[in-house]
């Protein structure tokens, strides 16, 4: 699970370890899971990683308002994948769609 940038250390990983992260999650088959909620604070776009959904079929990535954009009491977050077989699943979560 790339946790990128890390809270509350700040720290990014090189677009080479994530790289890595992507095909290793390729070659052994588990769901690549993307906390992507402070990618925004990211302002160099050339230091912002893509987002996991964007590179692996398998990927989740889960993003939000309230960390980058100070937009807490919106609650707005959203869960975002390439994967249809994924979709039924997460609206199963408890509380992971919908305002539970």
Not at 36 to 54: K, M, Q, S, W
Not at 73 to 84: C, K, V
Request: hydrophobic residues 40%; negative net charge; proline residues 8%.
């Amino acid at each position: 699970m790339p946790c990128a940038p890390h809270n509350p250390a700040g720290y990014l990983p090189s677009r080479e370890l994530f790289m890595r992260a992507v095909e290793l999650a390729r070659r052994h088959g588990p769901i690549l899971f993307g906390d992507e909620l402070h990618r925004g604070l990211v302002f160099d776009e050339d230091e912002r990683l893509p987002t996991a959904c964007d590179l692996h079929e398998r990927a989740v990535s889960l993003g939000c308002l309230s960390n980058s954009h100070g937009l807490a009491g919106l609650r707005l977050d959203w869960i975002a994948t390439r994967d249809a077989e994924l979709l039924p699943i997460v609206d199963a979560w408890p509380g992971a769609v919908g305002a539970g």
